[in-house]
């Protein structure tokens, strides 16, 4: 790691360090983190970029559960606008769309969970390598027999949601899914002592993942009072649940 990247972080500074940062300065340092991804002087590092993240993955969840949107701000025209087109597109016929109409809605979706749930930071657009663009990019897959769901790639931002024979609300648990990961991937402290058992055991499937999967899960319940989500709370309940997951083997379809 550079000095020069460390300095770059160095130069933001909360404003009164002897008190513990506000949630919404540490949304403003993370959208600092974000518009720097990118850069090109640590472009080589940039895995490792978030090792110089002061924000554990706790913290994180606790952020996310406390000051988003959906925690926050329940009543708000966004939601009832989010509850609106979610139930509009659960209700069309998936298998008579076609890719471009599903990777459109899936889209609109993406910006949707960002600004319920992630402060914006995560479709927020930065410094990227040819111009501004969001800070992760959705891309989907037609590919009906793939034995994967979804996948967060790390090393490009890039979240791949494989579109399979599935109808809105399975997608839609998928890109929530693979949104959890791009943000505890991208945003917290590596360094943490308990950063492998919060984030990284099981492939990604933490502690932390699962207590911000489950908020995800239940607060989208809680909005739509869609039949499949109240299913999804109860699976998710199982602690063992990204086991139950891998135990199936490649003939099931798995979240990555
Ligand atoms: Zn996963």
Known sequence: MSSDFVHKFATFSIPDPRLPPRDDEVVDFLRTCADRWW????????????????F??????NIVMKSSVAADDPASERIMRFVERFNYHAALDWSALDTKRKTDILYEHFGRLDELFF?????????????????VLLET??????DKLG?????????????????????????????????LSIF???RHKSHYEWVDQSSGHGKM???????????????????YFWSQILVSEDEHYDCVIEQHGPSRPRFV
């Open 39 to 54: 850069d090109k002087d640590i472009l080589t590092q940039h895995q490792n970029a978030n090792s110089y993240y002061p």
């Open 56 to 61: 554990n993955a706790r913290s994180l969840v």
């Open 119 to 135: 402060f914006g930071l995560i479709t927020g657009e930065v410094d990227g390598l040819s111009g501004r663009a969001p800070l």
């Open 141 to 146: 897959d037609p590919d009906r027999y793939s």
């Open 151 to 183: 996948a967060f790639k790390p090393t490009t931002a890039k979240i791949v949601i494989w579109l399979r024979d599935y109808d809105f609300e399975q997608l839609f648990l998928t890109l929530a899914h693979e949104m959890t990961h791009g943000f």
């Open 188 to 190: 917290s402290d590596t």
């Open 209 to 227: 993942f699962w207590m911000l999967l489950r908020f995800l899960i239940n607060s989208i319940f809680t909005f739509t009072k869609s039949n």
